[in-house]
């Protein structure tokens, strides 16, 4: 038996009794919510929501007395109707906490796929420091400074600044930003080897150096 999708208008052969699309693309194209969908009890002919096309009894005491009830009347000799009316809203309740888990674990599972993009293009820290050096070297030199880079990657400097006019010579290590620039710990290296720290600042548009570090108190340059 031939159907007429409600989409496409085209002919398929229905797997199912209700089904009105013949695929998947034209059932997410044709479906138009319309509300929720209330029809009558069969058993009760009390109106009730459906949750899908096979639903046609409000509770499942209205289902199994089908056959010996015709009326609410009967009806309420029959069942027990506060055990119904609590069975109804666990019933949507539970519905909607899965609906929520469900777009929970979308959610989830869209986030696994974007870190999983993210680590195959993830740029080791070491190459970032590469970018960084190279970025700042364009910079100094469209400020006018002569730039000589460490053919070394372990040295305690990363560029050597000299300007040509006055003779201002500067040995930086670059970092990445100023929380790394301005730490502990890079600080101390930096005054053990008698160099530098700098870093480039995206706001100012300016390539900051720590000039000087005494007990707390930083003063800087900017290129």
Known sequence: MHRRCQHCNKEYTPIQKTQKFCGAECRSAGYVYSGPRIENCLTCG????????NHKYCTPSC?????GSVSRKDLNLNTNKKIDENWQKEFYEKAERMQKIKKLDEKRKRKRIEIKKQEQFKIPSRRVGDIEELFVTQHLLREGWEVFKNSSACGPADIILWN????????VDVKSSEESASSRTVLQKAEKYNVKTGWFNGYKNKFVIINNYNKGDLKCIEI
């Open 63 to 67: 289902n199994s007395n089908i056959f």
């Open 46 to 53: 009390e109106p009730f929501q459906k949750v899908n096309d």
């Open 164 to 171: 040509k006019e006055n003779g201002e010579t500067h040995l």
